[in-house]
């Protein structure tokens, strides 16, 4: 755990990096959000197919040439100084190349551990991970006003390195070969269970991007009230994923976690002040890490082994498109209405996340009691008659 959460640390490093380093390259916050976006786009494309590759010629042999592409040219990026469409190029390269190391660890974890114990993982994990988006902002951010932009590229990429070279030399990715995919690429959202973490997935994460959005227009484009509050709307989840990734996971879940975001997301739409805001994305926080926990629990026990690395890059996919229109709708209200419209928009994606888990509750799986381990791959066994 503590090698996959180094490796996936730069997520959490990057973006920003490249946003600040593209601006102070060009001076135009247009052309660095360009640049990010084609980012955004080939990490949403690269998230199935990569994770699909890792049946098909090994976890290790995957992971580590996408991680040797992705630490080249975001390198690239640092220190060539070209025109807009070719830093875009790159952007996309990178973002084709991010290591599909969440998708490999969950496919691991059911092999690590018991049943029982299964779903307590995923909770832990989703509520560790909240580390990476306390403390990787706030670093990255540090570097590149104190050292410069370039060195902050660089220190991703030598954080991408390290972690990635360490999750790869770990046990446990050798012992684990995910059989390869007899169905063709897409054919695991046919499971209405992955259809239902992804469209989840989508509409947590649209949540979440609206709130940061909208704690960065409150204060400031990110002065010190903003960094707390986030840390605590982070603190929240990891809190939640620690308290209550024991409960076992009935077809309601969702929802009831779910309801805990959007009671507080509507709680912060009532005033900016910054003591009412903390308070208030502290609850919405504690139910994020548990519904994360629910979506992965669902993916694994629902598709065959072979299928789950791929099931996690659409569940990947479905969080990263959620990112992007989450943080374009709070943009658009923050420029009409206020800091307050992000907020609106943060409790409205909240809210159809209820409203989703609601209506298609049937979809959902019962795991109270019931073995959240992947289905196993079957096949014809040949005989001698």
């Known amino acids: 755990m503590a090698a996959q959460l180094t490796a996936r640390f730069p997520n959490g490093m990057t973006s920003l990096a490249i ?224 308290g209550f990734g024991h409960i076992p996971i009935g077809p309601w879940a969702m929802a009831r976690r779910f309801a805990i975001v959007a009671a507080g997301l509507c709680l912060a739409m009532i005033s900016l002040d910054v003591w009412w805001m903390g308070g208030s994305l502290l609850i919405a926080g504690a139910g994020v890490a548990p519904a994360l926990a629910v979506m992965f629990a669902m993916t694994t026990a629902s598709v065959k082994f072979s299928d789950t690395a791929e099931a996690f890059g659409w569940v990947g996919t479905g969080q990263l498109i959620g990112s992007a229109a989450g943080s374009a709708t709070a943009g658009f209200l923050i420029d009409g209405v206020g800091p307050q419209g992000a907020f609106f928009a943060g409790a409205a994606f909240a809210v159809a996340g209820v409203l989703v888990s609601i209506v298609f509750v049937r979809g959902f799986p019962d795991l109270r009691g019931r073995d959240a381990s992947p289905i196993p791959d079957t096949e014809p066994v040949s005989i001698v008659t």
């Open 19 to 242: 946003l600040l380093h593209i601006e102070h390259v060009t001076g135009s916050y247009g052309a660095a959000g360009l640049v990010l976006a084609a980012t955004s786009v080939g990490q949403a494309v690269a998230g199935p197919v990569t994770s699909r590759w890792m049946g098909r010629w090994g976890m290790r042999k995957v992971l580590t040439l996408t991680t040797l592409v992705c630490a080249m040219t975001i390198a690239t990026l640092a220190f060539v100084q070209t025109v807009v469409p070719v830093y875009m190029l790159l952007a996309l390269v990178a973002g084709l190349s991010t290591p599909p190391v969440q998708p490999a660890v969950r496919t691991i974890y059911p092999k690590m551990v018991t049943s029982r114990q299964l779903t307590p993982l995923f909770s832990l994990d989703a509520s560790l991970q909240e580390i990476i988006w306390i403390i990787a902002p706030v670093l990255i951010t540090f570097i590149a006003t104190q050292a410069g932009t370039v060195p902050a590229l660089v220190c991703i990429v030598v954080i991408l390195l390290l972690g990635c070279t360490w999750f790869i030399l770990s046990p446990e990715v050798g012992r684990v070969r995910i059989p390869r995919s007899r169905r063709r690429l897409g054919k695991v959202l046919t499971r209405p269970a992955v259809i239902l973490a992804t469209a989840t997935g989508f509409l947590l994460i649209g949540a979440a991007a609206a709130v940061e959005a909208g704690v960065v227009a409150t204060f400031d484009h990110g002065g010190l009230e903003a960094g707390l509050v986030l840390a605590v709307f982070s603190i929240g989840s990891l809190a939640g994923g620690l």
